[in-house]
């Protein structure tokens, strides 16, 4: 127990006071912050009507570095197989939901998924470009604005269950962009690489992580199939898919592979291959909702505003530009692709959560800066804050746009 220290070392003032918790053991303290989270992201759910992930984020700013500093960013280190698991769970049950014979079905559906990731990459580092930033550092922005974040994405669907076609084609986008997105990093990171870099080992590598990562992924969902036969109908079920969503993730890194893509691959198959006899829990159950608890905490605790008012320009172009791109190619295909105007602005309001999910299944810590180290420190700090911004608010976001906007059926 004495890896995880998210708190402070001494123990000899009383646990209400702020030395006290800096103080805590750590699995006391990870405990009291948990209970600190649901209680008040329930309570600001029912007095505000404020998405619970938000609440759940408020309380890990809270403990940050940027006010009380109960914890440090480089203590969750120690945390992170942990937190990785808990986007594992989410990301597997993401690639359960979606229906990518939908693609092939309407060919203009499968242009927007591209292009909405596609428009909001390239407008964001042309605009960085533009304000002065370096082109190989706007790019990796650009890249990151890809992608949407599937973790906020399928914590929101749990809590209003919303049903229709905006719903639907969110859940696709997002798969794919997410992946997209990992895709679009590994290329920027052979093009920093420099000129001296091997491109035909490169692109061999490149084959390797999506063959391997596709094949892990639908090994696994086989397996779940195969084995599901002697589970089904307990409630051992959940336990079996958590098994295999563990082994699919720690092989993925194991083997440098991708996990995302692992994961969302594994979902589709097994829907595939089970249809109406999967049944998935939402989170997988009660123990990937302890873990979804800790992840908005630890997102929260991450939330970073360094250079907020120095940056703001580069901050609020990051924000506005994808949010232009993202929704010009939803409008621009619109129509041909079913859906209505009313639609659109929702499916491109819904699309706005920023992910850093493209990065972070990628590294070994949740330190950027080692993991980008090619990238220009303001560019970077600029790209965090914004990421920052729009992880908060992103679950207000698409709650908005689902119940809102598109006004969506509920489930129940």
């Known amino acids: 127990m004495t890896a995880l220290t998210p708190f402070a070392r001494s123990a000899s003032a009383p646990l209400w006071t702020l030395e006290g918790l800096r103080g805590a053991d750590p699995v006391l303290g990870l405990a009291l912050l948990m209970l600190l989270a649901v209680v008040l992201a329930e309570g600001l759910h029912r007095a505000v009507r404020l998405p619970r992930a938000c609440g759940h984020m408020l309380v890990g700013a809270l403990a940050s570095p940027l006010v009380l500093r109960l914890l440090e960013r480089s203590e969750l280190d120690a945390w992170k197989p942990l937190i990785d698991l808990a986007i594992a769970v989410l990301v597997f049950e993401l690639g359960t939901r979606i229906r990518p014979r939908w693609l092939i079905d309407n060919p203009w559906l499968a242009l927007t998924c591209l292009l909405e990731g596609a428009f909001a990459g390239v407008a964001v580092a042309l605009s960085l470009v533009a304000l002065g930033a370096p082109s190989l550092s706007a ?3 650009g890249v990151v604005a890809m992608s949407t974040s599937p973790v906020i994405t399928m914590v929101v669907l749990h809590e209003t269950r919303p049903r229709g076609q905006v719903t639907e084609r969110l859940l696709l986008m997002t798969a794919l962009n997410s992946v997209l997105a990992m895709l679009a990093l590994k290329v920027w990171n052979v093009v920093a690489a420099g000129p001296g870099h091997d491109l035909l080992m490169t ?32 409630s051992a079920m959940p336990v079996l898919q958590v098994a295999l969503v563990i082994i699919a ?3 993925a890194v194991q083997w440098t592979l991708s996990p995302l893509f692992a994961l969302l691959v594994a979902g589709m198959v097994a829907r595939a291959r089970m249809r109406h006899g999967l049944t998935v829990e939402p989170q997988l159950g009660s123990v990937g909702a302890a873990l979804s608890v800790v992840l908005f905490i630890c997102l929260g605790v991450l939330l970073s505003a360094d250079g907020l008012l120095a940056l703001w320009p580069w901050v609020l172009t990051i924000i506005a530009v994808r949010l232009a791109g993202k929704g010009a190619a939803v409008a621009l295909l619109a129509r041909p692709s079913g859906l209505g105007w009313r639609q659109s602005a929702a499916l491109t309001l819904a699309l706005q959560p920023m992910s850093s999910l493209a990065v972070l299944l990628a590294a ?10 090619a990238v220009d420190r303001p560019v970077l700090q600029a790209l965090l804050v914004a990421t920052a911004l729009m992880q908060l608010t992103g679950p207000l976001w698409t709650t908005l746009a689902l119940k809102r906007v598109a006004c969506e059926s509920n489930a129940e």
């Open 249 to 251: 993730s720690m092989l």
């Open 364 to 373: 070994d810590t949740f330190d950027w800066a080692s993991q980008l180290a």
């Open 203 to 234: 692109g061999t590598g490149a084959l390797y992580l999506v063959s391997a990562s596709f094949l892990l992924g639908a090994v696994c969902g086989l397996l779940l199939e195969l084995f599901s036969r002697l589970v089904r109908g307990t």
């Open 139 to 141: 790019a990796v922005a």
